[in-house]
């Protein structure tokens, strides 16, 4: 997936704010690091929105939490 999204952000320059949205079949752990570090013109982040099964959210509560707040005091 990080490959398509840096394709897109080198032919689009111009993008301020870009969310993927994906299903539960993209919820990995380095899913979410790879979309963390890919940022838009102007050093903004990439905004992310991934499923998470409720059975498995105890999985990746510590990790998105950590991200929000990470997002929230830039």
Same mark, same amino acid.
């Given at each position: 997936m990080s490959p398509t999204l840096k394709k897109? &952000?080198?032919r689009?320059?111009?993008i301020r704010r870009l969310v993927v949205v !994906?299903?539960?079949g993209l919820l990995s752990l380095d899913n979410i690091?790879? &979309?963390s570090k890919l940022h838009l013109a102007g050093d903004r982040a990439l905004e992310f929105i991934l499923a998470v099964p409720g059975r498995r959210y105890a999985e990746f509560v510590d990790i998105l939490d950590s991200h929000? !707040?990470?997002r929230n005091c830039q």
């Open positions: 897109v &952000l080198a689009y320059p111009h !994906a299903d539960r690091e790879a &979309l929000s !707040a990470h």
